[in-house]
């Protein structure tokens, strides 16, 4: 699953785009998140100490009778008032000299025990110092909050003070006669916190939700035009075929758009010039094939009829011309022999050459005896071992298709008595199923492939282009292999129609 994300993520502009975006969303939701929960924190603790220190002050002017006549009775009132409060766990008071007049905590609420900041053994170090500075003070723990202010003795506090201690530690010094500690429960800080801190959470993933919906029409309409032009591109390239992509914009993907349809239509129009070209090209060769082979096989009529009769006939003037001459005249009979004989080998190779313009064989034998007949008196002639595997395919094609198929092992045949320089080939024509299979190898010198496929037509011979026109007109491609010194292989599949190739 990893592994496949992590190849869309690579391979997918809209995957990678959209992960990118919701990646910088959930940072910015983060990040707001515990900005906003940090801020909220330290403005509810600010809140709370001021709320503690505001009810110390006010207990501590409430109560200062009670503290002054050291009465419990008087000090139950204030010390309830404040006890009312919410969060408050506990009040105490204590006279000057640090002794508790009066201690009170909220009925059902387990007093928290706090250690970790030490406050009950600094209990009597508290006194003091507040009777040193006059100014309340705070001591805060793991649970609690503990908000300490002395008791003054004056009758109220000036209009000046409202509610606030005076600023002269003289005056401050002189006035007081007690303390008080209101503790306060960390816990309503807590509680608020979490609930702050799910809304925070509830609306950080709200944030993200609406930011990714966001993101992904966004992503969407980015991505829409390119999977277009992708899908146009692909099937351009596979199938040839030109499908416009839908210009909706006129920004830079719009325009790349555009550029698009006005690059496919001119490469369709190009495409389909070069087809046209190509097919009139095919047509001609195809012409001019058959033209060639119709003048083969004048020629050959004409060097069997004419030139083969007219050897025939110098022939037998030369045998008449020896008998007329005397026994005596020994030298010009030895002469009329040897000329005899020439006269025989011309007439033999003008019969091979008139045979191999228009091969005879194919029509009176079929194309399956002609090509063993055409490769076993190669191998005669040049003095090579040959290997034949080829089956009985006369009723498979036409006569034209026949002829062309000759031809084919007629040029391979002279390519190899000419380059290959090969001691050894084999031939091998099979049937399987709906084609025929047809192979030509020698064990000659090779050369470089992709060598020859990169020269130009009049560079590669007339020979390999008219084997790959004449394959190429019986509905197959040459396939041609070879490696230096490791000889060459030529083959090619041809299919068969119902009736026949025609």
Known sequence: MNVRFLKSLGEKFGVKLFFILA????????????????????????????????????????????????????????????????GVLGVSVFNLRGELLRKQERPGIKNPKET?????????????????????????????????????????????????LDDDPMHRRTRV????RVMVD?????????????????????????????????????????????????????????QPVPVETKDEIGKLGKAFNDMSESLAKREEALRESEKRLRSLSSQLLKAQERERKRLSIELHDELGQDLALLKH????????????????????????????????????LSRDLSPSTLEDLGLSSALRWLIEDFGKRHSMDTSLDIGDIDHLFSQEAQTNLYRIFQEALT?????????????????????????????????DVDQVKEMQSFEKGVGLAAMEERVHMLGANLDLRSKERKGTRVSFTIPISKGGMS
């Open 23 to 86: 990646v910088f969303i959930l940072i910015i939701s983060f990040s707001f998140t515990v900005f906003f929960i940090h801020h909220e924190r330290r403005s509810l603790r600010h809140t709370l100490i001021d709320t503690g220190e505001l009810l110390a002050r006010i207990l501590s002017y409430s109560s200062k009778i009670g503290v002054f006549s050291e009465n419990e009775e008087l000090l139950k009132d204030p010390i309830e008032g404040i006890l009312c409060q919410e």
């Open 116 to 164: 970790t900041q030490g406050v009950e053994r600094k209990r009597n170090e508290i006194p003091p110092r507040l009777r040193e500075s006059g100014v309340p003070l705070y001591l805060e723990g793991r649970h609690t909050l503990q908000f300490w202010s002395p008791v003054f003795a004056g009758a109220a506090y000036s209009m000046e003070e409202s509610l606030f």
């Open 177 to 180: 006669i007690g303390f008080i």
């Open 186 to 242: 960390k816990g309503v800080l807590y509680e608020r916190l979490d609930g702050l801190l799910f809304k925070s959470i509830l609306i950080g993933i709200a944030f993200l939700l609406l930011g990714s919906g966001v993101t992904y029409f966004v992503v969407k309409g980015v991505t829409r035009p390119l999977s277009r032009l992708t899908d146009g591109i692909k099937a351009l390239e596979k199938q040839g075929v030109f």
């Open 317 to 352: 003037r030369l045998r008449s011309i020896r008998k007329k001459l005397h026994e005596d005249q020994a030298l010009l009979r030895a002469e009329c022999e040897d000329t005899n004989q020439y006269v025989e080998q011309i007439i033999d190779n003008v019969r091979r």
């Open 415 to 447: 390519n190899i008595s000419k380059h290959a320089n090969a001691n050894r080939v084999s031939f091998v024509v099979k049937k399987k199923d709906s084609r025929v299979y047809f192979l030509m190898e020698d064990n000659g010198k090779g050369f």
